[in-house]
Structures are given as structure tokens and as C-alpha cells.
């Protein structure tokens, strides 16, 4: 024991460890690779008055965020993370949005963290930039907006 400002405190002091911080992961997508998609949502976007770029992300930020909610305890990117860890895991939160390109908004996918949980949600994996591409290339087979890549933040 050690007294400092009149307090007795055990010595060595021991602190909590610091909680690891969470390191999103964006997921970079374009337009349409399919011209058939291309020219339904310009239809749509004349129809509605708006420009192409706006009914681009709200359509994607409504499909992504419809397929990131939970049925039965699974949803969209919890199959298909399962399907490339080749492991029964649960996907990172994940939100639909865009992003700035050369003048442009685009849409993309943020991972809300670096990992990927077991079934139990107690063990934590480390997405690899393979699975990361590999999810992308699933989005783009599925719903036909182009992958373009992915960065981590940290």
C-alpha cells in the first residue's frame, strides 16, 4: 500500500484493459452493369422528377437496408459472409450509404466493424480482404451495382 493525497492504494495499480477500437470497412460501389436495371431506375427517376444520381442511392440504400435486416436471426450479409468464411458466422452491422467520387455520389456499404461473430456472437474473426471482396462481388451479382473495392479505416 501507498498512500497518495491520503488515499491507501494497493500498488502496482491496475486498469481495466482499453477496449479494442472499432475500424469500419467501406465498400465501394458504382452504377448499374446491367443495362436493363439502368434504364428501370431511369424511367423511374423521370417519372418521379428527380435526377438518376438521387433514385441510384435511395434505391440502393432501400435494398441494402431492407436485405441487412434480421429474419429468423439471419439476413442477406450474414448468409453470404457464411458462404465465403465457409464458417456459420454472423456479418458486422452494416449501413448503406454513399460517397463522393469526382464530382459524383456512389453508393456503398459500411461494415460497422472488422469482424465477423460465431453463431453464439462470443468469438470474433477478422474479415479478410478476400471475404470483403467476395461479399462485394455477391452484392453486384445480386442486385447488379458494380463492386469497385473496399478500404479499412483504423
Do not use: W
Not at 52 to 71: P, R, S
Not at 101 to 123: A, C, N, Q, V
Not at 141 to 147: C, I, M, Q, S, W
Amino acid at each position: 500500500m501507498k498512500t497518495i493525497l491520503g488515499f491507501d492504494l494497493p500498488l502496482p495499480l491496475e486498469f481495466p484493459p482499453k477496449p479494442e477500437p472499432i475500424c469500419p470497412i467501406e465498400m465501394y460501389f458504382g452504377n448499374f452493369v446491367d443495362e436493363v436495371l439502368t434504364e428501370a431506375l431511369n424511367y423511374k427517376a423521370v417519372d418521379s422528377g428527380c435526377s438518376v444520381e438521387h433514385i441510384y442511392i435511395t434505391e440502393f440504400e432501400a435494398l441494402m437496408n431492407g436485405h441487412a435486416e434480421y429474419k429468423e436471426d439471419r439476413n442477406f450479409f450474414d448468409s453470404s459472409f457464411m458462404i465465403h468464411a465457409q464458417n456459420r458466422v454472423h456479418a458486422p452491422g452494416i449501413k448503406a450509404g454513399h460517397y463522393m467520387h469526382s464530382g459524383f455520389k456512389l453508393p456503398k456499404l459500411t461494415l460497422e466493424d472488422k469482424y465477423m461473430l460465431d453463431e453464439k456472437r462470443i468469438k470474433r474473426y477478422l474479415i479478410s480482404d478476400e471475404i470483403i471482396d467476395k461479399v462485394g462481388g455477391t452484392v453486384e451479382f445480386a442486385f447488379g451495382y458494380e463492386y469497385l473495392g473496399f478500404k479499412r479505416f483504423s
